[in-house]
């Protein structure tokens, strides 16, 4: 009998399990892939290292810092900074028609661009910024309110406006058109007032330090055991059946699944699901014969748009959205030196997952090689073309995203409607990660924090 079964070994399931083995609980991770990380994991492919997921570390904070998310996690689960061994942004940028805003680690240089490139505004945005630091992630009665709504009462220039909510509607956010204002709250302060970072080797080293620690604390970690089912007796979960049929007990059960995904587990009916979210994408990875600065570039994350009104939705009429998109070059931190082997370019468009899962084998293949040359072209509008230079490459669909996460239609962000404090309709079974409302790297690491302390670390 275990104290707690976590169902999926990425970063909120480890921190949650590190969280509880710390005080002696019996906890089992279980994992039914053969790789740790969820869509936040690596791999290696014709010699080379690759990251999927992870651009950036968000919510970025120095060395000694003790205040903000990134410091709460460290004393959380009991690391060093060095552990995490973070390299800041060089800088980034939201690039539009006729309009670029910079933006890096010290909120000051958004500010002097926003009052440079829209001055009737610069007020406006310090009073959007003071509306929302002391805002409460967790008020549940706040959360779902309008962003566009709430925005355009304190930005009164639209294209700012979608300029701000490019980026952080890209970096975390499961409704389309809209934002939940909590989440815009979250984003934000994670993007512009903190702002991004890099382990210096890349996901792998914090995947590898959260498993070396849930182990040393006598964790359970098994993988290719998948959970076929949650077995509910009395409104309760008693324990899951595996998908080769072991049954394990437990007194609680944590699933960082999704909600959608949980409640299916769980027996739930379709009908009485919460919906599942829309949003996916594909990434192309291009390896580069040289570094990215070589060809001029030097940002380290561009968000950019083709036109003065930004569309976050499933695409309409094509497979993919070339519009907009999110180029990461994850050279262009401040390392001391080049620690990569190689110039890496990784650009993100928006995709449907239904179109992507009607292709047949070879029409997949060629879908891939088509996208990847769109998505380059796409890039080559908002920075240096770097096609010819390009000596390897991999691309991640839909498809892919669905295979790593479970999440219906490979929705990154999981289901639009989030559950803030973690509760399903039983009484001891869980929720964390994505749909319990925090993203990216160090959300998702809180995520699994958050719910732990809150449910599990009681008799309950």
Not at 46 to 55: A, Q, Y
Not at 319 to 341: E, K, W
Request: glycine share 8%; with cysteine; charged share 25%.
């Amino acid at each position: 009998m275990y104290d707690t079964i976590i169902i999926g070994a990425g970063l909120s399931g480890l921190a949650a399990g590190i969280r509880l083995a710390h005080y002696d609980k019996r906890v089992c991770i279980l994992e039914r892939h053969t790789t740790i990380g969820g869509l936040n994991s690596f791999y290696r492919q014709r010699g080379r290292d690759f990251d999927v997921g992870l651009h950036a570390v968000t919510n970025y904070a120095p060395q000694g810092s003790r205040r903000g998310p990134l410091a709460r996690l460290l004393r959380q689960l009991r690391f060093r900074w060095e552990d995490f061994a973070l390299v800041p942004q060089a800088g980034s940028s939201v690039a539009f028609p006729g309009v670029t805003l910079r933006f890096n680690n010290d909120f000051r240089l958004f500010e002097a661009e926003v009052a440079a490139q829209f001055p009737d505004q610069k007020d406006n945005l310090r009073k959007l910024v003071a509306q929302l630091i002391d805002y409460d992630d967790l008020d549940g009665s706040l959360f779902q309110r309008s962003t566009r709504a709430l925005l355009a009462e304190s930005i009164t220039d639209p294209l700012l406006r979608e300029m701000i909510l490019c980026p952080v509607m890209w970096y975390g956010n499961a409704r389309e058109r809209d934002m939940d204002f909590g989440q815009f709250c979250i984003m934000f302060r994670s993007i512009f007032l903190e702002g991004f970072a890099r382990p210096l080797a890349g996901v792998r080293l914090i995947l590898r330090n959260l498993v070396r620690r849930f182990r040393s604390l006598g964790g359970e970690l098994r993988l290719r055991s998948g959970v076929r089912r949650i077995q509910i007796e009395d409104g309760r979960a008693v324990g899951v059946e595996l998908d080769n049929g072991e049954q394990l007990e437990a007194r609680h059960v944590l699933s960082s699944a999704g909600i959608v995904e949980t409640m299916r587990m769980s027996g739930e009916r379709k009908e009485l699901s919460p919906e599942p979210g829309q949003m996916s994408f594909i990434e192309s990875i291009a390896v580069l014969d040289r570094l990215p600065r070589e060809l001029g570039h030097h940002q380290t994350i561009v968000f950019f748009n083709d036109s003065e009104t930004f569309h976050w939705e499933r695409p309409q009429d094509e497979i993919c959205d070339a519009r907009s998109g999110v180029i990461c070059s994850p050279n262009n931190f401040l390392y001391d030196g080049d620690v990569l082997p190689d110039g890496i370019l990784r650009v993100t468009l928006m995709a449907d997952y239904d179109r992507w899962c009607q292709l047949s084998a070879d029409e997949y293949r060629l879908a891939k090689l088509h996208w990847f040359e769109r998505t380059l072209a796409s890039a080559a509008r908002f920075v240096p073309d770097c096609r010819q230079h390009v000596i390897d490459m991999d691309m991640f669909t839909p498809r892919t995203i669905q295979r790593y996460t479970w999440h219906d239609n490979g929705a990154v962000y999981g289901a639009p409607e989030k559950r803030l404090d973690g509760r399903t309709k039983f009484a001891n079974l869980f929720i964390c990660g994505t749909d319990q409302g925090y993203v990216g790297i160090v959300g998702s690491l809180l995520s699994g924090i958050l719910v732990a302390n809150r449910h599990l670390l009681g008799d309950s």
